[in-house]
């Protein structure tokens, strides 16, 4: 049964491969690339964790993008299948401590800080964006405040910023399925993970989840001529 699991991986494997070609080159997506091949070839068939690495690569521009907040969240996704204790995650997982590089902010380039003791946490390069979703509606099963309920039309509004892990947090981290995110010199709170995930603000489920309130940071930004300037979020 090993020597068959493994055969079979292999043909996945190169059909996947076969399949990404043909996206690259001929500028198809995943399906259409899918369904050519198929048609030269109708015994061709890949498993759903290559559909769905091929589909994140059509995302991303048929590039492999390792900046992109689409690749990150994808990464973390895999870290609870490769890391189930959750112990001695790789370093490359973490964004750098903002307080420990060199390199200034860019033009277009947000950092947050702890809004009690001014602390840099985290750059606006680390925010993993999602879709909005349902709003108040994914919240029916619990019982709401008004100020909850608040919505701008009809999509509610995040509070909170779902982001990377950055090395200040690796001590919470490790070893743990969900807890607290405590700003590393004030220990105040500024919101929690869960390698499960959570559901955001927006009604949307995020995974896994690490969440930044919004309120307990405020944004720095260069502004041409001005220099640094921070605004409360």
């Known amino acids: 049964m090993g020597i068959r699991k493994a055969v079979h991986a292999g043909v996945s494997r190169s059909v996947a491969v076969m399949t990404a070609f043909m996206m690259k080159t001929d500028q198809l997506t995943f399906e259409k690339a899918y369904e050519n091949l198929r048609t030269v070839k109708p015994e061709a068939k890949m498993n759903e964790e290559f559909e769905r690495q091929l589909k994140l690569y059509q995302a991303m521009g048929c590039e492999v993008d390792t900046s992109s907040a689409i690749y990150k969240q994808y990464r973390l996704q895999k870290v609870t299948e490769k890391y189930p204790e ?3 995650l790789p370093q490359e997982l973490f964004a750098v401590d903002p307080t420990t590089g060199s390199q200034g902010l860019k033009d277009d380039e947000v950092l947050y800080k702890c809004r009690k003791c001014r602390r ?15 709003g ?13 309920t608040h919505v701008t039309g009809s999509q509610a509004q995040c509070t909170s910023y779902f982001i ?61 001529g001005l220099g640094s300037q921070t605004r409360k979020t």
């Open 86 to 88: 959750l112990r001695r």
């Open 120 to 134: 840099s946490l985290f750059r606006s390069s680390s925010i993993l964006d999602h879709s909005g979703g349902s």
């Open 136 to 148: 108040p509606v994914a919240f029916a099963h619990k019982r709401m405040s008004p100020s909850f």
């Open 164 to 224: 990377e892990p950055v090395q200040w947090m690796e001590p919470a981290l490790l070893g743990v399925m969900d807890g607290q995110l405590l700003c590393p010199k004030c220990s105040a709170k500024l919101g929690s993970f869960s390698w499960c995930g959570e559901q955001c603000s927006c009604g949307r489920w995020v995974t896994p989840a690490l969440q930044i309130h919004k309120n307990r940071v405020d944004e720095t930004k260069m502004l041409p």
